[in-house]
């Protein structure tokens, strides 16, 4: 590993990852999110933005205090550098920087990075000893190959908007899944290769596609069609797959979500519903027996679930063994008792002041809480040149014209 600005008193000094110095050319929303979840893990991550107006996620919205909250969610623990590969004279900083990287990752649109030399294949050329992730839209090769690629048009190219709400009225998944799998896709392969590289010496060069990670993603979605030329049609909240399983209305008017995933757990609802009736029905014997007759067990379920609140409702499925929770909305989540009382609130600093931001969702024993600042544009360039024993003047900065690949 090379050793780059962290110091003895650095509490990414004990963390995982201290001492791997990442490089990205970043922008949106996959790759950011790659390389945080390697910043979490203790990664020195310098981040290269173009001049003027950076990271384009940084204009997404203002509301975290004037911030945009993706980028508050994806850049903590971060450095920026501003740079312009556009400028010949910057070749210098490129190379100096590609020159202290363990690791580089880009997700710059089609053909970009291979021109500035960034890609994947071309840095491991030059450099056998480092890992470098190329995340793109749909791969390489294929008729799809150059086309450019966000976040719902992936999503929707890949099937999982067909997969979500109703048959009549398909959606997009709130949360970016294409983005968010090829970043936990390039992070996962990014440890394996570092691991490869602890014993060879050598590292790799890495594909990674929002596509890819969206149709593996399908899982048994996909399987299911393979093997049967039809598809299962979405149905809302609930399941294509199991029964009963989905969300119902309480007395107090709120939204009670039950949920079985066995025969066993089904016997136990009907005992719950005190319905010994439905236990005994032949036509409910098995799950695929229950998805063909969904209404008439949720009618069931609702009649009952009418009779209480949600509270007891929760606590007799609790007491039966019987998988529950309350639907809530995102607003409800924030002040959430599971994140308050188990303090997964944190404050990370930045250019606006202090911000709310989670703890990463792993929990390392003796794994430092990694929450450092979320930079301002170019906010660590003329110390990294310095590191690099470059000046302000090696580097034009002027504007650069690199688009990303998601969003």
């Known amino acids: 590993m090379r050793t780059g600005a962290d110091s003895g008193d650095d509490p990414r000094a004990a963390a995982p990852l201290a001492g791997t110095v990442v490089v990205s050319f970043e922008q949106a929303v996959a790759a950011p999110y790659c390389t945080r979840l390697l910043a979490d893990l203790g990664a020195r991550v310098i981040k290269v933005e173009r001049p003027r107006t950076g990271d384009f996620a940084r204009d997404y919205d203002s509301e975290a205090n004037g911030m945009a909250t993706h980028f508050v969610w994806l850049n903590r623990n971060k450095e920026s550098i501003v740079v312009d590969f556009k400028a010949a004279r910057e070749k210098v900083v490129l190379e100096a920087l590609l020159d202290r990287a363990d690791v580089v990752v880009q997700n710059l649109a089609p053909g970009v990075a291979r021109g ?15 890992v470098a992730v190329d995340i793109s839209g749909y791969g390489t090769g294929g008729p799809l190959d150059n086309r450019r690629a966000y976040d719902l048009l992936v999503q929707a190219e890949a099937g999982s908007c067909a997969m979500t709400g109703t048959a009549d009225a398909p959606a997009k998944p709130g949360i970016p899944i294409a983005d968010v799998g090829a970043g936990l896709q390039a992070a996962v392969a990014i440890l394996a290769a570092l691991n490869a590289r602890n014993r060879s010496g050598r590292g790799t060069a890495i594909q990674v596609s929002l596509f890819d990670s969206v149709t593996d993603l399908l899982g048994f979605g996909l399987l299911h069609a393979a093997y049967t030329g ?14 009963p399983y989905g969300a119902y209305p309480t007395r107090d008017g709120r939204t009670v979500v039950l949920g079985t995933t066995n025969d066993s757990e089904w016997q136990r609802l009907s005992a719950l519903l005190d319905r010994p009736d439905l236990a005994a029905a032949p036509e409910f014997a098995s799950n695929p027996q229950r998805c063909e007759h969904r209404a008439e067990l949720d009618a069931a379920i609702t009649a009952w679930t009418r009779t209480l609140d949600l509270d007891e409702i929760c606590a007799r499925a609790d007491a039966a063994g ?71 003047e090696s580097s034009s900065a002027g504007a650069a014209n690199v688009s990303p690949v998601d969003a």
Request: with cysteine.
């Open 322 to 392: 019987i998988g529950n929770s309350e639907f809530q909305r995102v607003s409800d989540v924030v002040d959430h008792p599971q994140l308050v009382e188990r303090g997964r609130w944190r404050e990370v600093d930045s250019p606006v002041g202090p911000l709310r931001s989670l703890l990463p969702a792993f929990v390392g024993a003796g794994w430092p809480d990694l929450l450092n600042p979320v930079p301002a544009l170019g906010e660590h360039t003329a110390a990294i040149l310095a590191e690099c024993g470059l000046s302000d």
């Open 230 to 243: 039809t598809e299962r049609p979405p149905n809302g909240l609930s399941s294509p797959v199991v029964s």
């Open 116 to 130: 500035l030399g960034i890609d994947a294949g071309t840095v491991v050329a030059a450099r056998p000893s480092v």
